[in-house]
């Protein structure tokens, strides 16, 4: 509980407010019970119709006064449940993209989306009512309980004696109803998993005709969910039924001790009727105690998904800032595995890349030529050896400062459900209109983009998915160009665009290295480039060849292929202007 009190401290005055309203609420309910003597001894018994009139209109007032504060304690106690949510949910974003990448690959999409929405959801839920409730009963039961002993103590103490028990059996079932949450949530997750990849992957699903039998898995997965969600309800109606038990228990008590009392003349009827109304308007709240402890607990279940992720430990980084490359990047005895492979990616890489060089990565798929460079961005640190930068561990480095200093236009284009201009200006937030225009012109994107009818302003859709394959990898490129960075990481490949688009990216690609490769050399851009194309592999300064995770060989083109090694025999393979990596 605890954690929950942590949540809720930041608005601990608007709680306080709500709690006071709950407390007019309890004190007019007790009140009800309190008059109920008045009511039958002396107009019922009595005839008096002075204080009927005066009941009436005090009836009338109290009803109004009563939903005025219910109003302002539910708008409050909500108001406290969504802005929990809400700090929440921002804590949740802030703390996943300062995440570090090796996270992503233990926790699902659809779990982290699972917890953001449906347990945060759920979580505003139950606060609001729950804690509404909470404030209410307790001090519905309080009061009641007092004006049921100011009419007979021993009553009250038969009546009630066994509400202690009922709880401490609504407690026990509480704890488990927090694990068969838990277990409900995660099935959830992986609905929304199987959701989300069947949404992203709806082609390949009709491309295979297994529509039906990807149905059939979700369905499996939604029955998963079904089951542990109906064990829940189980054990909520079961606490239910107890308190109904209780409660039977307890009037059934009442009736029979206090109509003996009645009929030897040892209380009033006005007394009984007081106190048998103080008793059933408190069962009615100690029975939504009882929901308000097992709320707790599924809350407890839900935060504790939550904090999975708002407790992760975030990348780390060093102190120090990095104005400008000057010399060179150092790798320096690199090894790196990923945590779910036994090989290495990386094997023992040494190589230096001076300022200003082109450097073209060769190899086939799975020869380590993207981790080369995401250990260059810091997205994972090598397990042994360093990354230098003029000399300098990059660890030494805050991640603003490295990642500052590099572009990166990836195979895997990533772009985001806003304009045109949004997403170049991504590269450079605060970006001109012209600093806009001239980035997409210099990645020969200008011209489709200003085809469509709002332009820049054009939505580009979810991923992308209003553009092309060649018009998503430019306007990626545009992004590059408008960031302006001192090193530029390129993956060439365009083995999944048509010939027209695979020239135009083309095109952008080598206008991008043009663009960074010409001046003075103390000016120039330092390029990597996973190369495919001999055209660009043949322009670099330097090669490296990896294989399996290890440099075969590196130098420049004319030396390589002098050399007879590898891609020597490579490049006697090569056909279409392309490198044929599948014969390494």
Not at 115 to 128: F, N, P, V, Y
Not at 183 to 210: N, P, R, Y
Request: glycine share 8%; charged share 25%; proline share 2%.
């Amino acid at each position: 509980m605890k954690r929950l009190f942590e949540l809720i401290a930041p608005h601990k005055g608007t709680v306080l407010i709500a709690s006071l309203c709950s407390l007019v609420v309890s004190i007019i309910n007790g009140a009800f019970a309190w008059f109920v003597k008045t009511i039958v001894d002396d107009i019922f018994v009595m005839g008096d119709k002075m204080v009927l009139f005066y009941v009436a209109i005090g009836v009338v007032a109290a009803f109004a006064v009563r939903g005025l504060f219910v109003f302002f304690q539910n708008y409050l106690m909500f108001s406290v449940g969504a802005k929990v949510v809400r700090d929440i949910r921002n804590g949740l974003y802030r703390r996943i993209v300062y995440l570090p990448m090796g996270y992503f690959g233990t926790d699902s999409r659809g779990s982290i989306l699972s917890k953001a929405i449906s347990d945060a959801g759920i979580l505003q839920e139950l606060l609001a009512f729950r804690i509404k409730d909470f404030f209410v009963c307790t001090g519905t039961v309080v009061i009641l309980t007092g004006v049921a002993m100011s009419r007979r103590f021993d009553l009250t103490i038969l009546a009630l004696g066994v509400l202690p028990f009922a709880y401490f059996i609504v407690g026990k079932i509480g704890k488990r109803l927090k694990k068969v949450s838990r277990w409900a949530q995660m099935k959830l997750a992986h609905i929304t998993d199987s959701l989300t990849e069947g949404i992203t992957g709806i082609k390949i699903i009709k491309s295979f005709c297994v529509e039906e039998l990807e149905s059939e898995k979700f369905s499996q997965k939604t029955d998963g969910y079904f089951t542990h969600f109906m064990k829940s309800v189980k054990m909520i109606q079961l606490t239910s039924l107890l308190m109904e038990v209780v409660a039977g228990i307890g009037v059934a008590a009442i009736i029979y001790y206090g109509g003996q009392l009645i009929a030897e003349g040892e209380m009033t009827a006005g007394d009984f009727f007081s106190f048998m109304a103080a008793i059933l308007m408190i069962f009615t709240p100690a029975k939504r105690l009882a929901a308000v402890s097992n709320g707790l607990q599924q809350a407890r279940a839900y935060v504790e998904r939550i904090d999975e992720v708002l407790m992760s430990e975030t990348e780390k980084q060093g102190e120090r800032t990095l104005a400008e490359f000057k010399k060179a990047i150092t790798y320096d005895s690199v090894r790196f595995r990923y945590p779910t492979r036994d090989d290495y990616a990386l094997d023992g890489i040494s190589v230096d890349i001076k300022k200003g060089d082109v450097v073209a990565i060769v190899g086939r798929s799975g020869s380590g030529k993207t981790t080369f460079v995401d250990l260059l961005s810091r997205f994972y640190n090598p397990d042994d050896g360093r990354i230098l930068i003029d000399g300098k561990d990059i660890r030494e480095f805050t991640n603003h400062a490295l990642r500052s200093l590099i572009g990166i236009v990836s195979q895997d284009v990533i772009l985001f459900n806003d304009t045109v201009r949004a997403n170049i200006a991504f590269g450079k937030p605060g970006a001109t209109d012209e600093e806009i225009r001239s980035a997409a012109m210099t990645a020969f994107a200008n011209e489709f983009i200003l085809d469509f009818p709002d332009g820049y302003d054009a939505m580009i859709g979810e991923e992308g998915a209003n553009l092309s394959g060649g018009q998503r990898q430019r306007l990626s490129i545009a992004r590059a160009i408008i960031k302006d960075p001192e090193i530029l990481v390129l993956d060439e490949a365009t083995s999944s665009l048509d010939t027209q688009s695979e020239l135009m990216v083309q095109k952008a690609m080598d206008s991008l290295m043009d663009h960074g490769s010409s001046g003075d050399t103390n000016k120039r851009k330092t390029i990597i480039v996973i190369a495919h194309r001999l055209s660009t592999i043949k322009r670099a300064n330097k090669i490296i060849v990896l294989d399996r995770g290890r440099l075969i060989e590196s130098g420049s083109h004319d030396e390589l292929v002098g050399s007879g090694g590898m891609y020597s025999h490579l490049y006697s393979l090569q056909h279409g202007g392309q490198i044929d990596v599948s014969s390494l």
